[in-house]
């Protein structure tokens, strides 16, 4: 068993999938729009024909699902964090960097009693992520 997330965006979830390939080097294996669907399978929403009704983001080793399933909702994204390991403090920077990018810093990335590297922020999609470098074992 794993839990995978599921991003449900707003009517831009093809440009946060291209920015998350550039940025996190981040692999669509799967997207299928609304027009894919089977005759009568989904209700018919004006608009919807083009957007995204479901992709597979392979992050690193993660799953990441993601859908313009609400896009006529206005809520955003609550209650989580993405959670990005990196391996050395010049690509914490280089992702924090890129993330933050038209989006808001929430913590800037600097080092913590916990982290070699921690940051917090939201990216232009709205998505919350944290980037973290962790202190060496030992």
Known sequence: MRAEPYLLFRGDCEAALNFYQDVLGAEVTALMRFRDAPPGAMPEQPGMADKVMHANLRVGDTMVMA??????EASGFNGFSLTLAVADTAEAQRVFGA?????????????????RQFGMLADRFGVPWMVIEHMPEG
Do not use: H, I, K, N
Not at 67 to 72: F, H, L, N, V, Y
Not at 104 to 114: G, H, N, S
């Open 67 to 72: 859908s313009d399933g609400q896009c006529g």
């Open 99 to 115: 993330l933050a990018e038209g989006g808001e810093v929430r913590m800037p990335l600097a080092p913590t009693f916990f982290a």
